[in-house]
Each structure stands twice: as structure tokens, then as C-alpha cells.
């Protein structure tokens, strides 16, 4: 079974990224066979300045591989390095229907936020389904906002199949985590277009206070609160162990439990969770020819699959492929 995932280098990754993606990626890639890449083609739809991309797109690697990525394992690589992606999304771009992108919630909701509605903004799934079927992935670990997009590859490869007559592109399933939807500090979806995040690496002052800052309503310490209705309980439940969330959460319905404490006990977690990670990011971020190997040798074993996937492609199309 292989397994397959993108996170785009389009700002610095969060909690919400790492609670409802990243953790089942690192999880995933000690038992099964995985290919990670930075989504930077994709990144240009929001992100358009040469030296902060080349920033975010290290930023990405360097946190795969703090958290625990053994890039032995897992294939980790830039979208980039196997360019053959943009061909694969043009072919699907014709055999899919222009309504099919209209209805994704995902351009909608960047274009609310401000995003420029550019035909790349427009033709993002294109390029996702491409990236997902040029690997003949199976699973695709994702958070709940993607699984639009991985429905809509199930389509396009349905699309491409029927157009002719061949199965070749093989449909693959979306994976979620318990973390269906982390919420920011102030309770809407944490998302770096929000500025609502806790970010993964910041200083554990900076964490803290961000965590501090986490919107509660005004209910007393003595009274009785609501755990499923609490901001900083749904993040402390993602992190902390089920006994703990247990106890936690008889407490908030017992009252006499002040959100500060909560807020205290969920900055002890993240510190206990990120802090070694944090210390082998800065050890990595001085070694960058570990980082920039790594990502070269995981782009040569995905552009392998990749290769012969097109070949499959431009045969059923009858394109002509030259080979060498
Ligand atoms: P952002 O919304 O901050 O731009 P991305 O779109 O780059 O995040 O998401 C990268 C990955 O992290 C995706 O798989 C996405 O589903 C997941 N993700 C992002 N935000 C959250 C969240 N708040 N809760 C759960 N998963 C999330
Ligand atoms: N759209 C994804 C996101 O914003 C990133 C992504 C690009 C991706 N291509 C992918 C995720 C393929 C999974 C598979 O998070």
C-alpha cells in the first residue's frame, strides 16, 4: 500500500497542520511505504516572492524531519523535483468538467479571504489529483478541508478511465485523523490565512502566550463548564492521554476548574510534545546538505514511480513517448 501527502510551503506549519496531517504522516511512515513532498508549485497561488518560498520550502523539510521523519523511509521531496505533475494535470484538465472546479469549497474560501482568483487558484485540484494519481497512490492522509479535493481525484481518475476505455489510474482513498478540525485561539478553523495559529516551532514564550490567548467565554472558575464547548479542551483532548482527558473533562463539569489552568496544562504538553523536536530542528537547520540530500534522493525514488505512471498515461492517450 502506498501512502501519500503534501503540505504546501506557503507559511510557517501550525498545530491544526501537525494534529490533523502531519502526526499521521510520521505515524504512517514506519509501517508503510510513503512519499511526502512540499507542495511549492501549489504554493505559488498565494505566495509570490522568490526568497520567502525558498525560506518556506526548507521551513517544511526541516520540520518533517525534526518530528521524527526518517527520510530512509518515507520518500520526502519538493513537488518541483518531479515536474512531470504538470503534464499529468493538464491531461486531466481535459477529460474534467469546468463544474467540478467551480463547486470546490477550498477556492471559495481562499477567494472569501482575499486570495487573487487566478487560474492556478482555479485549476489547484487539477494539480492535486495529479500529484496524488502520478504516484498510484492508495491513501491519502489529509485533514477534513482536503477531503473535497481527494473526492474530486477519485472523479478525475474515473474520468480519465472512462475517456479511454483503460483502467490506468488507480482511485485512492482519503485518511483522517481524530483531529478532524483543530480550532485557532479564536475558536474559528486554525489556518495560517486566519492568524489564529500556535505555531509548531516558536519559542516556548511565544507558544505560551499564544496558548494563553486562547478565547474562552466568562464562566467562573467555580462553576460548571462545558468540555465539548471549550476551545482549549477540543486541543488539550488532541494531545493529552485519554486518562488525562478523562479526568480533565470530569473536572470541567464538576466546576472549581479555572480556564487558566487549563491554558497552563496545555502549555506543559506542547512544550513536552515540541521541545526535543524544536532542539533537533536547530541542529538540522546548521547541517543543510543532510537536508538538501535527503530531498534529493527522496524526488529520484518518487520521479522512478512517476515516469512510468506517464508512460501508462501518454500510451492510453496516444501520445508519443520518446524514450531514451
Ligand atoms: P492552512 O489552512 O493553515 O493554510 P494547509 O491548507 O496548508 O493549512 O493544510 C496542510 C494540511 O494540514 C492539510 O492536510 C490540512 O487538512 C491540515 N490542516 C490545516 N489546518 C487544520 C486544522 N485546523 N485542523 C486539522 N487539520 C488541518
Ligand atoms: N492541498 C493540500 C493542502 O493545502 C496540499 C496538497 C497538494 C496535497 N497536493 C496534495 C495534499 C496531494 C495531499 C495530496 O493542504
Redesign the pocket.
Known amino acids: 500500500m502506498r501512502v501519500l501527502?503534501g503540505?504546501?510551503s506557503?507559511?510557517k506549519?501550525?498545530?491544526?497542520?501537525?494534529?490533523?496531517?502531519?502526526k499521521q504522516h510520521i505515524e504512517l511512515h514506519r509501517d508503510h511505504e510513503c512519499f511526502y513532498f512540499i507542495?511549492n508549485y501549489h504554493a505559488l497561488t498565494t505566495v509570490q516572492d522568490a526568497d520567502r518560498q525558498r525560506e518556506l520550502t526548507r521551513d517544511v523539510a526541516l520540520d518533517y524531519l525534526a518530528l521524527g521523519l526518517d527520510p530512509n523511509k518515507a520518500a520526502l521531496f519538493r513537488q518541483t523535483d518531479v515536474p512531470e505533475v504538470c503534464e499529468l494535470a493538464w491531461i486531466l484538465s481535459t477529460v474534467t468538467g469546468r463544474g467540478l472546479l467551480e463547486r470546490a469549497h477550498?477556492y471559495k474560501d481562499k477567494i472569501a479571504k482575499g486570495v487573487a482568483p487566478s487560474m492556478g487558484l482555479m485549476s489547484y485540484p487539477l494539480l492535486m489529483a495529479a500529484d496524488i494519481l502520478i504516484y498510484d497512490s492508495d491513501l491519502v492522509?489529509?485533514?477534513?478541508?482536503?477531503v473535497q479535493h481527494i473526492e474530486m481525484t477519485q472523479d478525475m481518475a474515473g474520468y480519465f478511465n472512462n475517456a479511454y476505455g483503460v483502467e490506468v489510474l488507480k482511485r485512492p482513498e482519503a485518511r483522517l485523523?481524530q483531529?478532524?478540525?483543530?480550532?485557532?485561539i479564536d475558536g474559528q478553523?486554525?489556518?495560517?490565512?486566519?492568524g489564529n495559529?500556535v505555531d509548531l516551532f516558536d519559542t516556548p514564550k511565544k507558544a505560551r502566550k499564544r496558548i494563553m490567548a486562547i478565547k474562552t467565554d466568562s464562566t467562573p472558575v467555580e462553576d460548571p463548564k462545558d468540555p465539548d464547548a471549550c476551545n482549549v479542551f477540543a486541543i488539550l483532548r488532541l494531545m493529552a492521554s485519554p486518562e488525562e482527558t478523562e479526568e480533565m473533562a470530569a473536572a470541567y463539569r464538576g466546576g472549581g476548574l479555572g480556564y487558566g489552568t487549563v491554558k497552563k496544562r496545555l502549555a506543559e504538553l506542547y512544550e513536552e510534545q515540541f521541545g526535543a523536536a524544536r532542539e533537533r530542528r536547530a541542529q538540522l537547520e546548521a547541517d543543510s546538505d543532510y537536508v538538501e540530500d535527503a530531498l534529493i534522493d527522496g524526488a529520484k525514488r518518487a520521479r522512478a514511480v512517476a515516469t512510468k505512471v506517464m508512460a501508462r498515461v501518454r500510451d492510453a492517450c496516444g501520445l508519443v513517448t520518446v524514450r531514451s
Open positions: 501527502s503540505i504546501q506557503s507559511g506549519l501550525h498545530l491544526g497542520n501537525y494534529l490533523g496531517a502531519l507542495a477550498s492522509p489529509v485533514g477534513k478541508d482536503q485523523n483531529a478532524y478540525t483543530v480550532p485557532g478553523k486554525m489556518s495560517k490565512t486566519y495559529t
